[in-house]
């Protein structure tokens, strides 16, 4: 933690493993406390406000003292401005699946950084094009069971790798967490 001088006590508000490896990639030491939140967007709510609005709750769940740095993050795939959220069963997934087929679409993942009174909230856009999928393809996927507990129904580092042409913007981003607006919060700190 040589580059985070100030970063003594850490504390990752999230269940998520992919969270927890690449905050461990920037050398940080941290403990984890899950939070528990209601997710449920509220009407007529703007996907990025959404996002940040969970980071932002996410943090604020976890109790804390003054020299605790409380990271939180939430991770949403968005297609035509609409949230598609983890999906709740196998017909759910199949069908989130096949509106990305062949479509580019939006991740946003929002994060909060939080220390005593200072709060910095922040979310990254990458743009994500899928190539056409055959049914065989998302069958299969869906199979594996990859996809149950992802945002869209897919992890861009596992299984759904080869099904993505491109991406526009950071692949962090994608996977969960923004290393590089994260590292840049944390230097302000």
């Known amino acids: 933690m040589k580059e985070y001088p100030n970063l003594n006590n850490v504390v990752l508000a999230s269940a998520s493993p992919r ?27 703007v996907p990025r406000v959404f996002a940040e609005r969970l980071a932002k709750e996410k943090a604020e769940a976890i109790s804390s003292d003054a020299d605790t740095v409380l990271i939180s993050a939430d991770t949403i795939v968005v297609q035509n401005k609409i949230i598609l959220g983890k999906p709740k069963d196998e017909e759910e997934a199949q069908a989130m699946l096949e509106s990305l087929s062949g479509q580019v679409h939006k991740v946003i993942t929002a994060v909060c950084v939080k220390k005593g009174k200072q709060e910095t ?25 990859d996809p149950m507990d992802k945002a869209g129904a897919y992890a861009i580092q596992g299984g759904a790798a080869p099904m993505i042409r491109a991406i526009n913007g950071s692949y962090t981003n994608v996977v969960g967490l923004p290393l590089c607006e994260l590292h840049e919060t944390l230097l302000s700190f």
């Open 19 to 45: 969270r927890r490896e690449l905050l461990s990639s920037l050398g940080i030491h941290f403990d984890i406390q899950i939070p528990d939140i209601d997710e449920t967007p509220r009407p007529n709510e």
């Open 121 to 145: 909230v922040f979310s990254a856009v990458t743009e994500v094009e899928f190539r056409i999928l055959t049914k065989n393809e998302i069958d299969t996927y869906i199979a594996s069971g």
